[in-house]
């Protein structure tokens, strides 16, 4: 709900500069208007000769017409030798906040509940990538990994659609090297004083992210001093920080909120048994969490299984009074004392 007061005033005398060419407008004329109503997602119409002073203002219904902040914002990027890295604007403002997907309208009547849902695993598989742009609901929030061709690219397709975006970075698993999260992989041990600098060849991949997320991770995650360096790394860029919940041994939520880092865990993943039936049934089970403590986390793969039976559930949640948010908006539905219940169905990463 908005409340606006209505004035009658007389209209300006345009000056000859802006009636010779309006293009060339001050900053505060007609060319900043249209880009704030290109960036809210609005549509204005002005009458014509029959109503000079009229308007028409139009907010977009269907989730899809809303238009996230065009990135990069050059208040919130640095130049590095990696490419551009984010961080905080001269003026406070944040990729957390700027890249992050507006709510949109709130539903007339209460929901029932709340669900966020990270997918994460893009832009390795094209086709794979593709279909989770297309197929998700676009408040369905998306999570690249940096190895990925063309990156800058297909993110930037994926928030043309709607979908914020995350950033994954990978990080040491207790089986690591039998299981290696890739090149540039943050390490605990000896070979942690050169986490800063893969780090910030991560960062560099695309721009446009709200936050980062850590992909497996087990070992690194559970190793404070090892994680210490890179949260207060993180602490001045600006960033929001994803737990994915997939180790219970976890700490990155916590030591990113003492670090005083915008930070959720994952309340539960959905594919960690890849069968339609079991995804179905976290799916459920992802509902009840909503309906009982208002907003439930989750986060999948993007595997052909997983996309298919979240695009097939999100099409039942209106009759159901459920609500998709986006991951950025999870925090301010979500208790300060909640902590969230963790259930990982897969190994220990």
């Known amino acids: 709900m908005a409340v606006a007061s209505i004035e009658k005033r007389a209209a300006p005398v345009p000056s000859a500069s802006t009636t010779a060419d309006p293009a060339a407008a001050t900053p505060h004329g007609p060319a900043s208007a249209a880009q704030l109503e290109n960036s809210a997602g609005v549509t204005?119409?002005?009458?014509?000769?029959?109503?000079?002073?009229?308007?028409?203002?139009t907010i977009p219904d269907e989730a899809r017409?809303?238009?996230?902040?065009?990135?990069?914002?050059?208040?919130?990027?640095?130049r590095s030798r990696y490419g551009l890295l984010p961080k905080t604007g001269p003026d406070g403002a944040t990729p957390a906040k700027i890249y992050a997907r507006p709510l949109g309208t709130e539903p007339s009547a209460k929901p029932a509940g709340r669900i966020a849902l990270l997918v994460g695993g893009l832009g390795i598989s094209q086709n794979g990538t593709a279909d989770a742009i297309a197929k998700l609901p676009a408040p369905v929030s998306l999570a690249f990994a940096p190895y990925g061709t063309e990156l800058e690219r297909t993110v930037q397709r994926a928030r043309n659609e709607g979908h914020e975006v995350f950033l994954q970075l990978p990080m040491e698993p207790f089986d690591y090297p039998d299981n290696d999260p890739g090149p540039h992989t943050l390490?605990?041990?000896?070979k942690a004083p050169d986490n800063i600098d893969k780090l910030h060849w991560a960062l560099g991949r695309f721009?446009?992210?709200?936050?980062?997320?850590?992909f497996l991770g087990?070992?690194?995650?559970?190793?404070?001093?090892?994680?210490?360096?890179v949260l207060r790394e993180l602490a001045g860029r600006g960033l929001m920080v994803i737990d994915d919940g997939s180790s219970p041994r976890s700490l990155l939520a916590g030591a990113a909120d003492r670090a005083r880092i915008p930070a959720l865990k994952?309340?539960?993943v959905i594919d960690g048994?890849?069968?339609?039936?079991?995804?179905?049934?976290?799916?459920?089970?992802?509902?009840?969490?909503a309906r009982e403590q208002g907003i439930a986390i989750a986060a999948a793969s993007a595997l052909p299984v997983s996309i298919e039976r979240i695009n097939r559930w999100a099409q039942s949640l209106d009759a159901k009074k459920i609500v998709i948010v986006p991951v950025s908006a999870a925090r301010s539905f979500r208790s300060p004392k909640s902590t969230g219940s963790i259930k990982s169905t897969g190994s220990l990463q």
């Open 65 to 78: 017409t809303i238009k996230l902040a065009t990135a990069p914002d050059n208040r919130l990027v640095e």
């Open 273 to 289: 048994v890849t069968r339609a039936d079991a995804i179905d049934k976290e799916l459920a089970a992802l509902e009840n969490i």
């Open 207 to 214: 721009t446009g992210y709200v936050g980062i997320v850590n």
């Open 218 to 229: 087990g070992r690194f995650t559970a190793d404070e001093s090892a994680l210490s360096p």
């Open 44 to 57: 204005v119409t002005r009458a014509g000769e029959d109503a000079p002073e009229a308007i028409i203002i």
């Open 266 to 268: 994952i309340d539960r």
């Open 187 to 190: 390490l605990t041990g000896p």
